[in-house]
């Protein structure tokens, strides 16, 4: 008997419960008029894709020659720029991950306004270590939300690149290694 009102005082209460908000509609409303992410793309074919510098050497770019890169990186005074050329939502922001070569890493990156496109973009030290994901032999998977994972073959270029951009270590005179 006991039970019995201990349980229906319970269900008492909890029918009792206010709503999560008295805000409720206007929350509704708002979120009506919210408009939706990109419709996500699929994967790009990279079969035949390969890592070549751009023409004024500033940048390494991957692609299929003759096609439009599906990714660039670029030094900026000891910074690597790294930009994945498919189109973003204005202003927002995601995580590159990026799995290859005995690493699983993740790189902030933004949607900054090229021309009139938004595209993916960020930056991190040249000298970070998580960069040793693009270094090594075999293929890395790069992955952008909604703008699909592409495949970056194996290229020295990439290690090459990155090393040229960090700067030299402390107490290293850098004309040193040009002698």
């Not at 439009?68 to 994945?84: I, K, Q, S, V």
Request: proline residues 9%; charged residues 25%.
């Amino acid at each position: 008997m006991f039970r019995t009102i201990a349980l229906g005082a319970l269900l008492l209460v909890t029918a009792c419960k206010p709503p999560a908000s008295d805000e409720y509609v206007t929350r509704e409303r708002i979120a009506a008029e919210r408009d939706a992410p990109r419709t996500p793309i699929d994967s790009p074919d990279t079969e035949g894709a390969v890592w070549a510098y751009s023409q004024d050497r500033e940048r390494l770019l991957y692609g299929k020659p003759g096609a439009t890169p599906f990714m660039a990186l670029a030094c900026e005074d000891g910074l690597l720029r790294y930009t994945r050329f498919v189109e973003a939502d204005a202003h927002a922001k995601a995580v590159l991950a990026m799995i290859g070569n005995g690493h699983v890493e993740r790189f902030w990156i933004d949607a900054e306004q090229d021309g009139e496109a938004w595209i993916w973009r960020g930056r991190t030290p040249a000298d970070d270590p998580r960069l040793e994901v693009l270094t090594g032999p075999r293929t890395v998977e790069a992955t952008v939300p909604g703008g699909g994972s592409i495949i970056l073959n194996p290229s020295r270029l990439p290690a090459q690149f990155i090393t040229d951009c960090a700067p030299p270590p402390d107490g290293q005179d850098p004309e040193e290694d040009q002698a």
